[in-house]
């Protein structure tokens, strides 16, 4: 069995494979917004295993007969449910019918163990999945919260951009990437925006990158952008497309690439950080009949709701029942969580960006950094 460590605001998590290749893919997407190490203590451990089998046997023994459900994994708008499985013995299990995956969670002792059938590519996601979630209700605290949106590093200084699903977060993204500025990706769907320090924080939270091809007639340039070949995010950089089976192959352009955080790095030419400190937050709104990009300095009061809104799943009960550590169950009440979204708001420079045709120009985003920023970058 191979292992590696990996480590987010002081949670280390064990994760162990029968294949080194699946190590490897996860240490690519984790890194390095996760610190990753061979020796280092865990808090957590998480083994990924493949036995056909023992998957059968599980799938046999069907779901427990009082009907429960466990919420297992927050995103956006809230936490995914998943059936809590018959078990054999003391151990704790839900089924992922989609991904045809159990996790069986240890009665005793910090362990997760994700059963599957087979140790293809497309198994990853769901061990990284439990990583993340890890890592995702140890974030949260009375000084820190995740938010749904994205973040890059221009120089010294960072820039956060936050908002609802489809308001453009990643278009905003790879406009200000691609601007010529010399920016770091640091994340492209949530971050962990620590307010606790002298500086605020905003630490990446890797995510599958899903970004749908730009109108031609409203975005030329990053519509251009896709005659690039995609990558397939269940694979690393440079592991070949055969790994996967010949039905999972890569979707055709022009529906939504999906990347790892280090493919989409690597399309777009750009670094990766595993943190930055915002100089900036930025709320992106695409609007249908307006030239270029417009800029709005937003009130404190005024970008305090609007980032309260953008918080990961809605609320601080968005945390996972199945794959929160038992020392982080403390409770952020509403006035917690407005109170930590006026305090980072005071510390930023706040914007609306309205954006229109033709705002994927390089030329509009230099000027938009030079709006935002404190000095020109």
Same mark, same amino acid.
């Given at each position: 069995m191979h292992a590696r460590s990996f480590t987010h605001r002081q949670l280390t998590i064990r994760v162990e494979c029968a294949k080194p290749t699946a190590l490897h893919w996860l240490d690519e997407f984790l890194t390095p917004c996760f610190a990753a190490s061979d020796d280092a203590r865990p808090d957590w451990t998480v083994a990924l295993v493949a036995d056909a089998a023992a998957h059968a046997a599980a799938l046999a023994r069907g779901a427990r007969a009082d009907g429960g459900r466990a919420g297992c994994f927050a995103f956006d708008d809230g936490l995914v449910s998943l059936p809590w499985w018959t078990s054999v013995d003391d151990a704790r299990v839900v089924f992922d019918d989609a991904a045809n995956v159990f996790y069986e969670l240890a009665h005793a002792g910090a362990r997760t163990r994700v059963l599957v059938d087979d140790e293809r590519p497309p198994r990853r996601i769901s061990l990284m999945r439990v990583v993340r979630e890890l890592a995702v209700s140890h974030a949260w605290s009375p000084t820190s919260a995740v938010v749904h949106g994205a973040a890059l590093a221009?120089?010294?200084?960072?820039?956060?951009?936050?908002?609802?699903?489809?308001?453009?977060?990643?278009?905003? *993204? !790879?406009? *200000?990437?691609?601007?010529?500025?010399?920016?770091?990706?640091?994340? #492209?769907?949530?971050?962990?925006?620590?307010?606790?320090?002298?500086?605020?924080?905003?630490?990446? !939270?890797?995510?599958?990158?899903?970004?749908?091809?730009?109108?031609?007639?409203?975005?030329?340039?990053?519509?251009?952008?896709?005659?690039?070949?995609?990558?397939?995010? +269940? @694979?690393?950089? #440079?592991?070949?497309?055969?790994?996967?089976?010949?039905?999972?192959?890569?979707?055709?352009?022009?529906?939504?690439?999906?990347?790892?955080?280090?493919?989409?790095?690597?399309? @777009?030419?750009?670094?990766?950080?595993?943190?930055? +400190?915002?100089?900036?937050?930025?709320?992106?709104?695409?609007?249908?009949?307006?030239?270029?990009?417009?800029?709005?300095? @937003?009130?404190?009061?005024?970008?305090?709701?609007?980032?309260? +809104?953008?918080?990961?799943?809605?609320?601080?009960?968005?945390?996972?029942?199945?794959?929160?550590?038992?020392?982080?169950?403390?409770?952020?009440?509403?006035?917690?969580?407005?109170?930590?979204?006026?305090?980072?708001?005071?510390?930023?420079?706040?914007?609306?960006?309205? *954006?229109?045709?033709?705002?994927?120009?390089?030329?509009?985003?230099?000027?938009l950094l030079e709006r935002v920023l404190v000095s020109a970058p």
């Open positions: 221009v120089g010294e200084q960072g820039i956060v951009i936050s908002g609802e699903k489809g308001a453009g977060k990643t278009t905003l *993204l !790879m406009q *200000l990437l691609l601007s010529g500025a010399a920016g770091a990706l640091v994340a #492209n769907d949530r971050f962990v925006l620590d307010v606790g320090g002298a500086a605020l924080v905003a630490g990446g !939270m890797p995510t599958v990158v899903q970004v749908r091809p730009a109108p031609a007639d409203r975005l030329p340039t990053l519509h251009r952008w896709f005659a690039r070949p995609p990558y397939d995010h +269940r @694979l690393a950089l #440079n592991e070949p497309a055969a790994s996967l089976p010949a039905s999972a192959g890569p979707a055709p352009l022009p529906l939504p690439v999906q990347l790892s955080p280090a493919q989409f790095s690597a399309w @777009l030419g750009v670094p990766r950080r595993g943190a930055c +400190r915002p100089a900036a937050l930025l709320f992106p709104r695409v609007v249908a009949d307006l030239d270029g990009i417009e800029v709005e300095a @937003l009130a404190p009061p005024a970008a305090a709701t609007r980032l309260r +809104r953008s918080l990961w799943g809605g609320s601080r009960t968005a945390i996972s029942e199945v794959f929160a550590l038992p020392a982080r169950g403390e409770s952020l009440d509403a006035g917690g969580l407005d109170r930590l979204c006026a305090t980072a708001v005071a510390r930023l420079r706040c914007f609306e960006c309205r *954006l229109g045709r033709g705002a994927d120009h390089p030329a509009a985003a230099r000027q």
